[in-house]
């Protein structure tokens, strides 16, 4: 039962994908909303973003200094952990999570609103593609947009880490330094790049779908923002496994 379930949602959402890129609308169109949906998930994003990695930065540090500190082994190590941890696994992954619960309920319940409220459909009468001219925008500024939190959820982790170990005599900050130079690869961080766009892609294309797929009133609007925050944690972390198992 939950096989058939899989695949009967899985069709419909790469039937709802096919449906955004018919009858596209007119360019400037897209530009102005697509803007619009940047400057909504990154000014909306940025703080929470920026909380999350420093103090994640920092207690990496701690942890990793009380696990591994010891006169036998070289302080340096843990700045190699520390920013190899966040480069690869923490920023992007962790990130993405919480975006997916932000960014991705908002889609949700937003296109879910439009729908009960037959917005959806008016748009539809007047012969608009309303999958492209509702879903398109988002899936772009949040390919866009997510990468770019991303990126600085990597400076401001390693940078709270790099402050952790300081102020709490873990090590200096030319051991922080010296360590994550020595360790850091350049194909780490392409990796988590990838890894990036492929979470923003989930998290806006599935919410959208989710959105899109209710029908009835606030309640079903409720819980097709649940289920769209579930799907996307769910499927980044798969991903998550899949592309670390395809790539390193």
Sequence with gaps: MLLITFFNHFGKYLLFLKGIFTRPEHLNVYVRRTLDEMYIIGNGSLTIVAI????????????TGYQLLSDWLSRTVIGSIVSDSVILELAPTITSLVLAGKIGSSIASEIGTMKVTEQIDALDVMGINSRGYIALPKIIAGLIMIPCLIIIAMFLGISGGYFAGKFSGILTPEQFIEGAQSSFRTFTLQFSIIKSFTYAFIITSVSAYHGYQVTGGAREVGQASTR???????????????LAQLML
Excluded: K, N, P, R
């Design 52 to 63: 999350i990695s420093i103090f994640t930065g920092a207690v990496t540090t701690v942890q």
């Design 228 to 242: 769209a925050v579930v799907y996307s944690c769910e499927l980044i972390l798969f991903s998550d496994y899949l």
